[in-house]
C-alpha cells in the first residue's frame, strides 16, 4: 500500500505539471502574445517579449513530458480494475504527445521567421499567423485523445475503489465533453469559443480533482479481502467452540 501511495503522490506531481504548465503556455503566453486578427500586432509583440514566447515553448514541451509519464504510474495504480482498459489509456495519451510534440514545430516557427532576413513584412504576418493557426488546429486534434483517455481513466477510478466515485463520474462526463468541443471546433468554428470553455467543465473538475487527491492522500486504503475472510473464518470458529 506505501508504493501504491508513493506511486500516487509522483502521479499526482506530474499531473500538477501537466495543468500549471499547460496553463502557462495557452493560456498566458499565447493569449498574451497571438493576435489572430493581427499579423504585425502579434510579430512585435512576440518580439518584444522572445523570452516569455520561448518559455512558453518549454514549457508545453515539459508538460508533455509529463504527460507522457503520468499514465505509466497511473496504470501501475489502476491495471487491477482492468488491465486492458488501463492499456488503452496509455496509448491514448502517448497517440496525443505525439501530436502535440510534432505541432511545437508550427510554435517555434514564427520566431525563425521573425529573425530571419529576406522577408518584408507582409510575407512574414502571413506566414507567423498561418503557423500559428496550424498550431491551434493542431492542438485541437490533438484535443481528441485528450477526451478518449478520459473515458478509461473516469471508469478505472471509479470501479477502483481507491478515489472517490465523483471523480470517475466527472471524468467520463468531460470525455463527451472534450469530444464534443473537438467536433464544434472543426464543423462550427464560429461557436467554438463561446462554447468550448462549458464543455470542458466537466472534465476540468475531474482532473483538478483526481490531481489534488493524488497530492494530498494517493488513494484510499482497501481492506485485504483475504484478512477480512481469515478473521471472519476466526470468528466464527471462536463462536462454534463457544
Given amino acids: 500500500m506505501q508504493s501504491i501511495k508513493l506511486t500516487a503522490r509522483v502521479a499526482g506531481i506530474l499531473y500538477l505539471i501537466v495543468i500549471v504548465c499547460g496553463i502557462f503556455a495557452e493560456k498566458y503566453v499565447r493569449i498574451r502574445l497571438v493576435d489572430f486578427n493581427d499579423g504585425a500586432q502579434t510579430i512585435i509583440n512576440i518580439s518584444q517579449n522572445e523570452l ?8 508545453d514541451l515539459l508538460m508533455q513530458s509529463a504527460y507522457f509519464l503520468l499514465p ?22 502517448s497517440v496525443a504527445v505525439a501530436i502535440m510534440c510534432i505541432n511545437m514545430l508550427n510554435h517555434y516557427a514564427p520566431l525563425l521567421l521573425i529573425n530571419s532576413e529576406g522577408f518584408n513584412s507582409v510575407q512574414i504576418q502571413n506566414q507567423v499567423l498561418f503557423y500559428l493557426t496550424l498550431h491551434s488546429h493542431g492542438y485541437h486534434i490533438a484535443q481528441i485523445f485528450f477526451g478518449i483517455w478520459l473515458l478509461p481513466l473516469g471508469y478505472l ?3 477502483s475503489g481507491l478515489f472517490p466515485k465523483f471523480i470517475g463520474v466527472f471524468l467520463m ?5 472534450y469530444l464534443t468541443a473537438f467536433g464544434i ?23 483538478f480533482s483526481l490531481c489534488l ?28 467452540n463457544n
Fill in 52 to 59: 516569455l514566447y520561448r518559455l512558453g515553448f518549454v514549457s
Fill in 72 to 93: 505509466v504510474l497511473l496504470y501501475r495504480i489502476l491495471k487491477k480494475a482492468n488491465k486492458w482498459l488501463a492499456q488503452i489509456m496509455v496509448l491514448c495519451v
Fill in 157 to 159: 477510478t471509479f470501479k
Fill in 173 to 177: 462526463i468531460g470525455c463527451l465533453g
Fill in 185 to 207: 471546433y472543426f464543423i462550427f468554428p464560429e461557436k467554438s469559443e463561446v462554447l468550448s470553455s462549458y464543455l470542458t467543465i466537466p472534465a476540468d473538475i475531474g482532473e
Fill in 213 to 240: 487527491y493524488l497530492l494530498i492522500i494517493g488513494v484510499k486504503k482497501v481492506p485485504n479481502n483475504n484478512c477480512e475472510r481469515l478473521a471472519a473464518d476466526s470468528t466464527e470458529y471462536l463462536h462454534q
